[in-house]
């Protein structure tokens, strides 16, 4: 699992403060990882030892059996905040395809597992150190009250939405009720047909709980010069969010921001992309906001730096250059840094790294 070159001393630190991850049960041939480093199980696995401490993404995916055809399950993962030597304990849910972490609340069974370890070890995989760089570019600002709060009630970051229908409609005198169409009779046009589909909402306690961008970007009662103005300079929409969402510590957005990176990118989510464009379009056009929270915006670039490094090539031209949307976002940024009232000298520098990625 980890490179052989892992330096002796941070091996030991590792071995002796690392977090351990016991995952029991888990079929052969799933798909698992651990922040940027995933592999297939093999029948000797039991989990994952010498985690650093701090934020961890655990991400999964089932495969049926090869006589089913052997197909990957959309993926499931769950952010962790590890403590030095700490145990987590994990049984596969057959019938959930799922881990199951409640065997973690038995601290009789979690004592058992830790007087066991020495037996368990050759079963675990070290910790990919040589990722561990990339991974705390990518999370540095995150902390664990940030994503415990977007995580899912259902504590798990799904690919695909788990939807359920809006409107029970079993039998066709409950679509007739509803004035829909019935299902009793053939379809005459597409849209027809359409329209007889069941309407699909997201299953209660599923949805990632993202801070939601202010649909009015305007102060009530604002003139229409004003409201020309906050359409140009999205500084009070900004405003309103971190007074929402992140009132007591502001720079949690970035957190926020990161953590829908790594939803999308290392996740599947598509969902998380489409919220890292909206929050990264409302911070890069808040020229305003560009002047008075100089932490903030020096934080963005890096961690827009390290975040545009990550992705890949391809990625780029199939998806976040759709419209242009990542060069226009990124020029109105630049044009806003270097105006009047901004403290360009402390831009400058990492404005040139941003620039050459």
């Not at 699992?1 to 799933?30: K, Q, R, S």
């Not at 994990?90 to 004592?111: G, P, R, T």
């Not at 370890?117 to 999370?139: I, M, N």
């Amino acid at each position: 699992m980890a490179g052989a070159d892992m330096d002796p001393e941070v091996a030991l630190g590792l071995f002796e403060e690392g977090a351990t991850l016991v995952l029991l049960g888990v079929p052969e041939g799933t798909e698992l990882g651990i922040d940027y480093k995933s592999w297939q199980v093999g029948p000797r696995f039991r989990g994952v030892k010498m985690i650093p401490p701090g934020i961890h993404f655990l991400y999964y995916s089932s495969v049926s059996s090869r006589s089913s055809g052997g197909e990957i399950g959309p993926r499931k993962g769950l952010f962790l905040s590890l403590k030095p030597r700490e145990l987590i304990l994990a049984h596969w849910d057959i019938k959930e395809e799922d881990l199951d972490f409640s065997a973690s609340e038995n601290l009789e069974e979690v004592s058992r597992v830790k007087a066991g370890l020495c037996e368990l070890d050759s079963y675990l995989g070290p910790y990919p150190y040589e990722t561990l760089r990339k991974w705390v570019s990518l999370t540095d600002k995150l902390n664990q009250e940030v994503a415990a709060a977007l995580q899912p009630l259902s504590g798990r970051v799904c690919a695909f939405s788990d939807v359920v229908p809006e409107l029970q409609l079993t039998h066709t005198k409950d679509r007739v009720e509803q004035n829909l169409p019935r299902n009793d009779t053939q379809c005459q046009t597409m849209k027809e047909g359409l329209d007889r589909l069941p309407r699909m909402k997201q299953r209660e306690g599923t949805e990632l709980r993202f801070s939601q961008i202010p649909k009015q970007m305007y102060p009530v009662g604002a003139t229409p010069a004003q409201i020309t103005q906050c359409s140009m300079d999205l500084s009070y929409a900004l405003s309103c969010l971190l007074e929402n969402y992140h009132k007591e510590h502001p720079l949690n957005v970035l957190g926020e921001l990161q953590f829908a990176f790594v939803c999308f990118l290392i996740g599947n989510v598509y969902e998380a992309f489409e919220h890292w464009k909206s929050l990264l379009a409302l911070l890069c056009k808040s020229e305003e906001a560009m002047k008075e929270r100089k932490d903030l915006y020096l934080g963005l670039i890096t961690v827009l730096y390290h975040q545009l490094g990550e992705i890949p090539p391809d990625f780029f031209v199939d998806i976040v250059s759709q419209n242009n949307f990542l060069t226009s976002t990124l020029q109105d940024f630049f044009q806003f840094a270097g105006g009047p009232g901004v403290d360009k000298a402390s831009f400058a520098k990492e404005q040139r790294n941003l620039k050459h990625i």
